[in-house]
């Protein structure tokens, strides 16, 4: 079984600052990691996944994650935020079945002017 | 373009009424699945289907039912069964059913009066 852990449902940011949402894992195999973007009342987009190849991944928008096995974290980042970033983030894991994805409780992140 | 299409966005329905959740993918992609979202709460397995004809109970499936007679629909009916049906609700679709890589519709949004 695997379960994942979003430290902070709510994170602030000015504009222009660093974007850090974190995200830290249990899986019991070598997981699939993802971080998923959800703007209000809409589908989830998919940000960037972690699928054993390189440790840092880069996704849309700026965004990357770094995957660190010996600390079980996939965290989230983004070296300026820009207004448009305000959205809820999701990380999410598998195993490798879509069936057994299990997503973290999201959190919202608010960039400040 | 490609994507996934809910519908409606919104809908209302009365206590005890059964409600059919429309989705249709353009992606050609064999799995799709449901999903449920309440503030909080991340998303939770409805339903899933692997290939047409074939359909399997996710971890809340209790109250609900689907239907997959083609490829690219896979309606969800929110049965009166179902105590409490108020939710976001998410239809999603994957290309290869080994990943957790999934395609987001914009969501319907169901409110029990």
Redesign the interface.
Known sequence: AQSVTQLGSHVSVSEGALVLLRCNYSSSVPPYLFWYVQYPNQGLQLLLKYTSAATLVKGINGFEAEFKKSETSFHLTKPSAHMSDAAEYFCAVSPGSARQLTFGSGTQLTVLP | DGG?T?SP?YLFRKEGQNVTLSCEQNLNHD?M?WYRQDP????R?IY?SQIVNDF?K?DIAEGYSVSREKKESFPLTVTSAQKNPTAFY?C?S?AV???????????S?LTVL
């Open positions: 996934i809910q966005k799995a699945y909080g709460q991340g998303l397995l899933y399997q996710g998410l999603a994957s059913v080994g990943t957790g890589e999934l395609f987001f519709g914009e969501g949004r």
